[in-house]
């Protein structure tokens, strides 16, 4: 059974311009802490804005997010409930992030690891999606199981 909670972040900085060593350069792939958000975007999870010299723009987006761990074996059948991505592990795996849509909340997700997913999303939207992934969790299991 899946568990959900908060996840305090230290910070969050949007980093624009050319990838910086390190940063992960395919779509929607994350490099440790650094996700993939667009050609020339990403978000540094833990990041300092001064960390990065040589980028056009590196700001502090900390109060832009709040960051919910999903977790436990059956994730992919919780956020399939709200999301449209094929979040099955041969396709969005372990190092995998996407900006989407969950339960109607622009959200970003990556996963960590085979059985965790970090969701960020609005702090405004951040109640009603903790809600809906608590009842997600707690609804009756539909009797068809992906594969």
Do not use: K
């Not at 804005?49 to 709040?66: I, K, M």
């Amino acid at each position: 059974m899946a568990t959900l909670r908060e996840v305090e972040l230290a910070s969050q900085v949007s980093v624009r311009g050319e990838p910086q060593p390190g940063f992960p350069v395919e779509p929607n792939t994350a490099s440790g802490d650094v996700l993939w958000l667009g050609p020339d975007e990403w978000l540094v999870v833990g990041g300092r804005e001064d960390g990065y010299p040589a980028a056009a723009a590196a700001v502090d987006v900390s109060a832009n997010r709040v960051c919910l761990e999903l977790a436990g074996e059956d994730v992919e059948e919780v956020l399939a409930r709200g999301c449209s991505l094929d979040l099955h592990p041969s396709v969005f795996g372990p190092g995998r992030c996407a900006q989407t849509l969950l339960a109607r909340a622009q959200v970003i997700m990556h996963r960590t690891d085979v059985e965790t997913f970090r969701i960020f999303v609005r702090p405004s939207l951040a109640g009603y999606l903790r809600a809906w992934l608590e009842d997600a969790l707690t609804s009756p299991r539909s009797s068809l199981r992906r594969r």
